[in-house]
Each structure stands twice: as C-alpha cells, then as structure tokens.
Antibody, heavy 118, light 108 residues
Framework: DVQLVESGGDLVQPGGSLRLSCAASGFTVISNYMSWVRQAPGKGLEWVSIIYSDNFIYYGDSVKGRFTISRDTSKNTLYLQMDSLRPEDTAVYYCARGGGNIMPSDYWGRGTLVTVSS | DIQMTQSPSSLSASVGDRVIITCRAS??????LAWYQQKPGKAPKLLLF???SLHSGAPSRFSGGGSGTYYTLTISSLQPEDFATYYC??????????FGQGTKVEIK
C-alpha cells in the first residue's frame, strides 16, 4: 500500500529554519514526481513545490529562494528545507505523490504542522 | 497565475440530495482539473482527475464535467460520509498550480 508519513513540524521563530521529512512506502520517490502542498489554519490549499523524477524542480513564488525540495533515494524520503521562515508560512505541510501538469497528486500524507511565531 | 473560483463556498444538504459544486478558471485549462475531498484533520483525497475521470476507489456517485473554464462536481445522492470540504485544482501547463477556495458541504 502507498503510504506517506511527514515529520519535522515544530514551533519556530521568524527567521528560523526547519527541515520537513516525508517517508514513503509502497513506491519509490525517485520514480515519481513528488510535491509539497500546505494549508494555513482554517484556509485552503496552496501548492508549494515539486520535484520531477528527472530532477526538474519548481517552487511557488511565496517560497522561492527560501525553501529547498530534495530527496534521498536510499531512505525513500522526500524533504523540504525551509529557511528564513515567516509567520505566513504557518501551515500544515502535506507531501504528496505525483503532481505536475500530467496527473494531479493521488496520495497524500497526513501532514505536519509548522508554526512560525515569536 | 490561474485563479480558481468555486461556488458556493458552503451549502447545506440532506442525505440523498443531489449536490452540484462549480469551479471556474480565470483562463482555459483544457480539462486539467481535479477534485479533492477533505475531512477535518485529514489529508485531501483525490476523487476525479482530467475533469471527469474517477480516481481508483472513489465512489461512482461522484462525477465531474465541464470544459474550457467551467467545471462541475456532482454528487448524485449525498451520503453521510460525504459531508466534507471539496476543492477543485487546476494542473494545466506550467506552475504554479492552484486550488479553489473550497466548498464546505454540511448537513441540513
């Protein structure tokens, strides 16, 4: 069965950094497009970033230059390095298999909460 | 960026009702349109993709339609487990890919 489990969410001060992890099972992250999507408390969904199987990477304008998506094939894990965090980055962060302009993300993790506050 | 506008923002309906949610894109998206269902505290679940293709495991009472800039999600007979928030999502062409603001379906 496909499973995605995020971790790493925490309370962090503005300007701080955090690294989120997403452990995948039932498929390999290297062979799939992988995405991060976030949801601010009580708000809708916002696409954050995608890494293609051929290593093309894209970011949303609100996180470009501050967030970095990557993956570790030996651990079958997706990461999101978040630097220069702002209060408006407060959200539940979901990792998802797939995404891009061919097929939407079909399986999502349960999410991890990032709170940016002093 | 392509803006997605869902309507209504919320609705109240009874079990057995037929429910229609609409989604309008700010430009044509060539059926690159998905629908997700999200329950409180849970991850979104994919229901439909390519505007009208049912995702594996999604109940057949869910159907999608539309073209160009206008799309619909229809629940033919609302079931108790369908009370949730629904999001449309465009994945046309280049990023950023965007979501509608959501439609909350509540029990009447």
């Amino acid at each position: 069965d496909v499973q995605l489990v995020e971790s790493g969410g925490d309370l962090v001060q503005p300007g701080g950094s955090l690294r989120l992890s997403c452990a995948a099972s039932g498929f390999t992250v290297i062979s799939n497009y992988m995405s991060w999507v976030r949801q601010a408390p009580g708000k809708g969904l916002e696409w954050v970033s995608i890494i293609y199987s051929d290593n093309f990477i894209y970011y949303g304008d609100s996180v470009k230059g501050r967030f970095t998506i990557s993956r570790d094939t030996s651990k079958n894990t997706l990461y999101l390095q978040m630097d220069s965090l702002r209060p408006e980055d407060t959200a539940v962060y979901y990792c998802a298999r797939g995404g891009g302009n061919i097929m939407p993300s079909d399986y999502w993790g349960r999410g991890t909460l990032v709170t940016v506050s002093s | 960026d392509i803006q997605m506008t869902q309507s209504p923002s919320s609705l109240s309906a009874s079990v057995g009702d037929r429910v229609i949610i609409t989604c309008r894109a700010s430009q044509g998206i060539s059926n690159s349109l998905a629908w997700y269902q999200q329950k409180p505290g849970k991850a979104p679940k994919l229901l439909l993709f390519a505007a009208s293709s049912l995702h594996s495991g999604a109940p057949s009472r869910f159907s999608g339609g539309g073209s160009g800039t206008y799309y619909t999600l229809t629940i033919s007979s609302l079931q108790p487990e369908d009370f949730a928030t629904y999001y449309c999502h465009q994945y046309y062409s280049s990023p950023p890919w965007t979501f509608g603001q959501g439609t909350k379906v509540e029990i009447k």
